[in-house]
């Protein structure tokens, strides 16, 4: 894989055979190479005239919170079935807003369901 110079075009020499393992390998590489290049994945899920761009969606992705004693930041690790699982490392200002975005969507009239609970490690 090779980034051009003015970091808008990869190129890219794939024609084998891959297991998951190495494809999920593949995958991650080619994220890393997108991190690099021009122009930048929108800021929302939504292009510069409002309309949808594609993304992958999945119901009841598994979950898995890290939160370190030591440190203020939680790392939320989500499981997709097509990218594996991907690590979001959230300051606290963020934990906080998505408490409290969660906590406000919550029906205080609605009964209360079996959680389903994310796997917490430390």
Do not use: C
């Not at 005239?49 to 030591?70: C, F, H, N, R, S």
């Amino acid at each position: 894989m090779q980034l051009s110079d003015d970091r808008t075009q990869a190129t890219l020499a794939i024609n084998k055979t891959l297991s998951a393992t190495e494809l999920e390998s593949l995958i991650r590489e080619l994220a890393t190479l997108r991190s690099q290049m021009t122009p930048e994945v929108t800021p929302a899920p939504k292009d510069s005239e409002g309309a949808g761009v594609p993304v992958m969606t999945q119901d009841k992705p598994t979950l898995a919170i890290q939160y370190p004693l030591e440190d203020a930041h939680v790392t939320v690790y989500l499981r997709s079935l097509g990218l594996g699982w991907t690590a979001w490392r959230l300051h606290p200002d963020t934990q906080r807003a998505l408490g409290e975005f969660f906590l406000s969507r919550l029906h205080k009239g609605a009964p209360a369901k079996a959680p389903v609970r994310p796997v917490p490690f430390r």
